[in-house]
C-alpha cells in the first residue's frame, strides 16, 4: 500500500463521534497500517494486517491438506476421508463434469483454486482475523489475472492461435453482417468482463458480508453499553450478529465454489472449439 493509499484510508475512516452516539462501520478496517515496510527495485511494498492473514489462512489450508494425505490409508480415517472427500468434489463436479472428458488434468489447479479460496473466506469469521482477504479487491483481482491467462493459454494449446481467437471473435453460423456487432461484443466479453466480474462477484459478497457482521456486533456493543432503555435491544442485535456469521458460513462455502464453477466453464470453451 502506498502514501497515497494511506491518505485515502484516513479520509475512508469513520472518526469517533464526540458526542458518545453510535459510530457505524467504514471503509477504514480495509486500509490498515503497514507492519512492515520495503522496497524492490524503486517499487514500494508494504506488508499489513490483511497480508498476514492470507499468510496464515494459506499456510494453515497447505498443512490441512498435507496431514490428510501424510499417512494414507486404503480405509481412511476422518482427516483422511475430509481431504479427499473436498477433492473428489472438485474433480467429479467441475473438473470432470464442467470442464468434461480433458478435464482432469485441470483438477489439482481447480481444487488448489477452490481451498484457497475458501481458507481466506473464513478468516472473516475466525475470532482476532474477522476480514477475509478477499474482501479487498486486489486479491479477488489477481485471481482473476491468474485464471485469465490460464483459460487464454489453454485455449491457444489446445485450439491453436489463429483458430482460438477466430472462433472466439467470429462465432461460426453467424451471418456476416452481425460480426459488426458481435465480434465487438464477443471479445469484450471473454477479456475484459470475464475476469472483472470474476474478481468483483468474490470482493463484493466478502466485502459485503464482513460490514453486516460487523454492524450487527458494533450495534449490540453499544447497545448494550449505552445505558437507558437501548439495552433491551442489545440481545436482538447480538442475535442477529450469530445469525448473519452462520450466512456468511454459507456464502464462504458458495462463493469459493461459483468461483471455481466459473473457471472450469471458461476452460471448458477453452479446451474445446466452439461449435
Not at 514500494?44 to 498443512?63: G, H, K, Q, V
Not at 477452490?114 to 478477499?134: G, V
Not at 489475472?145 to 482460438?164: A, D, R
Not at 442489545?234 to 466459473?262: D, K, R
Request: aromatic content about 14%; proline content about 7%.
Amino acid at each position: 500500500m502506498t502514501s497515497s493509499a494511506h491518505a485515502l484510508g484516513d479520509v475512508l475512516a469513520v472518526e469517533s463521534d464526540p458526542g458518545g452516539g453510535f459510530v457505524p462501520p467504514g471503509l477504514g478496517e480495509f486500509f490498515p497500517e503497514a507492519l512492515f515496510q520495503f522496497s524492490i527495485l524503486g517499487v514500494d511494498f508494504e506488508i499489513t494486517r490483511i497480508t498476514l492473514l492470507l499468510w496464515i489462512a494459506t499456510a494453515a489450508m497447505i498443512a490441512f491438506l498435507v496431514a490428510t494425505v501424510r499417512n494414507p490409508q486404503i480405509v481412511p480415517g476422518k482427516l483422511q476421508w475430509v481431504g479427499e472427500s473436498g477433492y473428489s468434489f472438485i474433480r467429479d463436479g467441475i473438473a470432470r463434469d464442467v470442464v468434461g472428458p480433458k478435464g482432469l488434468p485441470f483438477a489439482p489447479f481447480l481444487a488448489s483454486l477452490f481451498f484457497f479460496i475458501l481458507a481466506n473466506n473464513l478468516m472473516a469469521i475466525i475470532p482476532l482475523a474477522q476480514i477475509s482477504p478477499m474482501s479487498k479487491f486486489a486479491f479477488p483481482l489477481v485471481l482473476a489475472l491468474i485464471c485469465w491467462v490460464v483459460y487464454i493459454w489453454v485455449g491457444i494449446k489446445n485450439q491453436g492461435l489463429v483458430p482460438y481467437f477466430r472462433d472466439i471473435a467470429f462465432l461460426p453460423g453467424v451471418p456476416k453482417p452481425m460480426y459488426i456487432l458481435i465480434t465487438p461484443l464477443e471479445l469484450l466479453q471473454n477479456f475484459i468482463v470475464r475476469p472483472f466480474t470474476l474478481a468483483v462477484r468474490l470482493f463484493a459478497n466478502m466485502f459485503a458480508g464482513h460490514m453486516l457482521l460487523v454492524t450487527f456486533a458494533l450495534g449490540a456493543t453499544y447497545l448494550f453499553t449505552v445505558g437507558n432503555f437501548s439495552a433491551v435491544f442489545g440481545p436482538i442485535s447480538a442475535l442477529m450478529a450469530i445469525v448473519m456469521t452462520f450466512f456468511e458460513l454459507l456464502v464462504i462455502f458458495l462463493q469459493a465454489y461459483v468461483f471455481t464453477m466459473l473457471m472450469g466453464t471458461y476452460l471448458n470453451g477453452s479446451v474445446e472449439a466452439a461449435h
